[in-house]
């Protein structure tokens, strides 16, 4: 295994650990992270790998950034894509969003099935949906309920990841 790998790994465990005691994903632990993708990738592959991690930092936003915008994830979440996708280039990142959308949707449905908020969860999956649409932000949760309609979502992004990381794709 690369080493480049081991980084990845760290802070994907130290994001999973802090979004689930805080649902935050701290910019202590991302911004470095991110700053590191660029530097390693440009000390290793020159040129090359400065394109790798901007494409990849592009992909995250372009993926990640209308679900933020509509409030279906948070900043951190977009913030720890990008720094995964200025280690790991565009063409794993999209191979790993895509197995982070899976792994977040089945946690979702678990978590909100476990909580008693199946319908309402749903319901607010269709607002999300609606909202990238009509390219307006989904109505908010209420407060009440905020806790059992949404998730922490670095652990799926960890998921996604890792998976990435054992199917080879990029």
């Not at 993926?63 to 979440?77: K, Y």
């Amino acid at each position: 295994m690369h080493w480049n790998w081991w980084a990845i790994f760290i802070v994907l465990a130290i994001a999973t650990a802090w979004d689930l005691a805080s649902r935050r994903i701290p910019n202590w632990l991302v911004l470095p992270f991110l700053a590191a993708g660029f530097a390693v990738n440009v000390t290793q592959r020159g040129i090359p790998g400065l394109e790798s991690s901007l494409e990849g930092i592009a992909v995250a936003v372009l993926l990640v950034g209308p679900f933020c915008l509509l409030r279906g994830m948070g900043m951190g979440d977009l913030k720890l894509c990008a720094g995964i996708g200025a280690w790991i280039g565009p063409g794993q990142l999209f191979f790993a969003l895509a197995m982070t959308a899976v792994a977040g949707g089945l946690m979702a449905v678990v978590y909100a099935a476990w909580h008693h908020s199946l319908g309402r969860s749903l319901d607010g999956t269709g607002d999300l949906i609606a909202g990238i649409f009509r390219r307006t932000p989904r109505r908010a949760a209420p407060p009440e309920n905020a806790p059992a309609l949404s998730i922490p979502y670095a652990p799926a992004i960890a998921i996604g990841t890792i998976l990435a990381f054992l199917s080879g794709h990029g």
